[in-house]
């Protein structure tokens, strides 16, 4: 591996179950980067970002939150990974996307969605 990074940000999913897989698969394919990086780096983090629904693929949410379920499971007992929640700050108050967080498309973050995200993921950054 050419860097030796000691924190990984890391935020997939939503696209993957768009495109056919399942929860279960798209939680395979993150084990699988962890344990890859985990043997070469073993001492590397991980801070997995939650999946969050949006307006374009909202038939989507019941997925994306089963997954987000199977990740948290796996997350639990390893020190090395940790779990920052965006969901709920992404949604309103009956748990549907808020819209000024997304694009006009309602499927990609606005400005205000990136400046949420930095919000919450700056702090966690710093930390040693």
């Not at 990984?8 to 179950?17: E, M, Q, R, S």
């Not at 929860?23 to 991980?46: C, E, M, N, S």
């Not at 020190?79 to 309602?106: E, F, I, N, S, W």
Request: hydrophobic residues 45%.
């Amino acid at each position: 591996m050419p860097y030796k990074p000691r924190l990984i940000v890391f935020f997939a999913g939503t696209n993957d179950l768009a495109e056919g897989k399942s929860p279960a698969q798209v939680l395979a394919d993150a084990k699988a980067l962890v344990t890859k990086v985990h043997g070469a780096l073993p001492r590397t983090r991980f801070l997995f970002l939650s999946p969050f629904s949006t307006l374009k693929r909202w038939q989507l949410d019941e997925q994306l939150r089963a997954y987000h379920r199977m990740l948290a499971a796996f997350i639990l007992g390893d020190t090395r990974l940790g779990l920052l929640d965006l969901a709920p700050d992404m949604r309103d108050g009956v748990g549907r996307p808020l819209a000024q967080l997304l694009r006009a498309d309602g499927l990609h973050m606005s400005p205000d969605g990136y400046r949420l995200w930095n919000r919450r993921l700056r702090p966690l950054l710093s930390r040693p």
